[in-house]
């Protein structure tokens, strides 16, 4: 028996080792990861660089908090916001895309003094208080807690004329993922985000992107605000951030970095130098090996050629990318995974997810269409 708690379900699926896009299990079988650790592995497994970083920092001080001024955090919350474009001004670093989602929220409360969140059918923010209040479906699967500690209402996806009777002049913050990752690799697509901008501009609300799984280059570019172009006044971002390191961190414009006061916000762990080391190192190889680029090639090569088998058609952005299929997505994975490629399903039955490195291949991808035409 198990000493973990057992509360996730099993991959049939024991990884010893990885490199590159590839799972090694026991028994010598080699698995193409599709999956990335849910959209973790931006990097992918043994990325020289990373590894060299966070050898190199924990030789050289492996920890200290936030009290103590580093050059790696420093370094660190520069170069993200060079990465981010020039709409931020400051980073607040912590570890979990949930609670970047919950210092957002904070922060748009306190700015604004509202009671209210507008939030969108399908999202997932994250399962602590304040971020499973705003994830769909939470509270009557797991949320747990006796109440939400805010009113929160529901938009419809991609329909800008619902907007304006969910955020009103008691909205404190709008918070969305621009590429929904859990709801099914579901875009949001320009028109509805700017709408949702420019409501926001009306009543004096916040807009939040929740680019957790959707950010720091999954979709081919820097964040999907860059994609959509639209800016929103917090961004929080996780997962691909670490390639595997936990670390989070969310992104305040001007107005909002005005409104921090001196230990309003507070963490241990955000902004550790081990983190920042693997911050830094992630976006190194981000920009040094035009990883970004490669997403958008070999994302749209995916749709040029993987429209085979069960494959009725495609959703999402970059390398958040749904495929719809004519059958319950559970079986394609099932099937998929017996013929040692790894995928993920998604809050839609009717939708696998592809949340690959961004090293990923044509050759690879190639892997996966033989496998769909098969089944």
């Known amino acids: 028996m198990s000493a973990l708690t057992p509360v996730f379900a099993q991959y ?3 990884v010893e080792h990885a490199e590159g896009v590839w799972l090694h299990a026991r028994g010598g079988r080699r698995v193409l990861d599709l999956y990335g650790g849910h959209a973790v592995a931006a990097l992918g497994y043994g990325h020289p660089g990373w590894t060299r970083a966070l050898a190199a920092q924990a030789a050289a001080c492996n920890f200290q908090s936030n009290a103590v001024p580093m050059a790696v955090r420093e370094r660190a919350a520069a170069r993200l916001l060079r990465f981010a474009g020039g709409a931020f001004d400051s980073v607040f670093f912590v ?3 949930a609670e970047a989602n919950e210092n957002a929220l904070k922060m748009a409360f306190r700015i604004t003094g509202r ?3 507008a939030a969108v059918e399908g999202s997932f923010h994250g399962r602590t208080a304040a971020a499973g209040a705003v994830t769909w479906g939470a509270r009557e699967k797991w949320h747990a807690f006796p109440r939400t500690p805010f009113d929160v209402s529901w938009m419809p996806r991609r329909e800008p004329g619902a907007i304006a009777q969910h955020v009103t002049q008691d909205t404190a913050a709008v918070i969305v993922e621009p590429v929904q990752g859990v709801g099914g690799a579901f875009d949001m697509g320009a028109a509805f985000l700017q709408a949702l901008r420019r409501r926001c501009d009306e009543v004096g609300a916040l807009l939040v992107f929740d680019e957790v799984q959707c950010g ?3 979709t081919g570019q820097p964040f999907a605000a860059d994609l959509y172009g639209v ?4 961004i929080t971002t996780a997962k691909a951030l670490g390639n595997g390191f936990p670390c989070a961190a969310l992104l305040l414009t001007p107005r909002v970095t005005e409104a921090v006061k001196m230990e309003s916000l507070g963490t241990t762990f955000g902004g550790g130098p081990m983190a920042c ?3 830094e190192a992630v976006i190194e190889a981000l920009e040094s090996g035009d990883l970004l680029g490669n997403v958008r090639r070999v994302s749209q090569y995916v749709r040029e050629t993987c429209h085979v088998g069960p494959v009725t058609g495609f959703q999402g952005e970059g390398f958040l990318l749904g495929l719809r299929m004519n059958r319950p997505a559970k079986d394609i994975q099932a099937a998929l995974l017996a013929r040692d490629i790894l995928t993920g399903t998604s809050g839609d039955p009717q ?5 690959p490195p961004y090293i990923l291949g044509e050759e690879h991808v190639d892997l996966l269409k033989g496998a769909l035409a098969s089944l």
């Open 12 to 14: 049939p699926l024991e």
């Open 277 to 279: 080391a693997a911050i």
């Open 351 to 355: 939708v696998l997810r592809l949340l």
């Open 231 to 234: 800016r929103p006044d917090m």
């Open 95 to 97: 570890n979990s895309g």
């Open 115 to 117: 009671p209210h969140v």
């Open 216 to 218: 720091m280059g999954r």
